[in-house]
C-alpha cells in the first residue's frame, strides 16, 4: 500500500539557521499538504501543493512538489524560536490521505 | 480556532472500561477523521466517515468503533479498554471525502487509562 517517509525524524537547529525536511512516497500522489503540530498542540494545516514541480512561499517557508509527484520538501530560511514543533506531511493517492512520522524540530538560541 | 469541537478535553479511566469519544465537525464538512497519537509519535489513522458513511479504516482495534450521525457529528467508542490505549486522540475534518482539500483537527481528547 502506500506508504508516505518523512526525513529526519528529528531536527535540532539553532536559531537563523536554515534546515529542510523530505517527505517521499511510494506511489505518485495527486496532492501533498503541510501540517504543523506545536508542543501541546494540534496539527495545523500549512499549505496544500498539487501541480508538479510547484514552489509555494510562506514568509521564511518554502515548500516544494517534486516533478513525479512523489517527494516534497519543506525549507525553512532563518529558523526562529516559533518555529518548534512537529511538521507533518500528508500526501494523496487514490482518494486516500496518509500522513507521514513527522520532522520533530527543536530550536536552540 | 479550527471551528472543529472535541468533548470532552480530558478522560481519566480504568482498565476494562469503555468510554466514547465526540467530534463536531467544521460547519459544512462532510468527511469525519479519527487520529490516534501517542506520546510523542504520529497520527495513526483510525476511521473515516463521509456524510454518514464509512468511508476508510485504518489501524482501528476491533475494541473500538465509530459512527457519524445524521447531524454528522461522530463517536469514538473505545471498550475493554488496556494502558497502552492512553493516547491524545483526535478529530479532523474536511469538505471532500478523497484527501483533496485539507483537514481540520480539534483540539483532541487525552485519555488517560489507570
Known amino acids: 500500500g502506500q506508504q508516505v517517509m518523512q526525513i529526519p525524524q528529528y531536527q535540532h537547529v539553532q536559531e537563523g539557521e536554515d534546515f529542510t525536511t523530505y517527505c517521499n512516497s511510494s506511489?505518485?500522489?495527486?496532492?501533498i499538504q503541510w501540517y504543523k503540530q506545536r508542543p501541546g498542540g494540534h496539527p495545523v494545516f500549512l499549505i496544500q501543493?498539487?501541480?508538479?514541480?510547484e514552489v509555494k512561499k510562506q514568509k521564511r517557508l518554502t515548500f516544494q512538489f517534486g516533478e513525479a509527484k512523489k517527494n516534497s520538501s519543506l525549507h525553512i530560511t532563518a529558523t526562529q524560536t516559533t518555529d518548534v514543533g512537529t511538521y507533518f506531511c500528508a500526501g494523496s493517492s487514490w482518494g486516500k490521505l496518509q500522513f507521514g512520522a513527522g520532522t520533530q524540530v527543536v530550536v536552540t538560541p | 480556532d479550527s471551528g472543529v469541537t472535541q468533548t470532552p478535553k480530558h478522560l481519566i479511566t480504568a482498565t476494562g472500561q469503555r468510554v466514547t469519544l465526540r467530534c463536531s465537525p467544521r460547519?459544512?464538512?462532510?468527511?469525519v477523521y479519527w487520529y490516534q497519537q501517542s506520546l510523542d509519535q504520529g497520527l495513526q489513522f483510525l476511521i473515516q466517515?463521509?456524510?454518514?458513511?464509512?468511508?476508510a479504516k485504518g489501524n482501528i482495534l476491533e475494541r473500538f468503533s465509530a459512527q457519524q450521525f445524521p447531524d454528522l457529528h461522530s463517536e469514538l467508542n473505545l471498550s475493554s479498554l488496556e494502558l497502552g490505549d492512553s493516547a491524545l486522540y483526535f478529530c479532523a475534518s474536511s469538505w471532500t471525502n478523497t484527501g483533496d482539500s485539507p483537514l481540520h483537527f480539534g483540539n483532541g481528547t487525552r485519555l488517560t487509562v489507570t
Open positions: 460547519s459544512g464538512d462532510l468527511s
Open positions: 501543493l498539487v501541480k508538479s514541480g
Open positions: 506511489t505518485t500522489l495527486s496532492n
Open positions: 466517515y463521509y456524510n454518514g458513511e464509512e468511508r
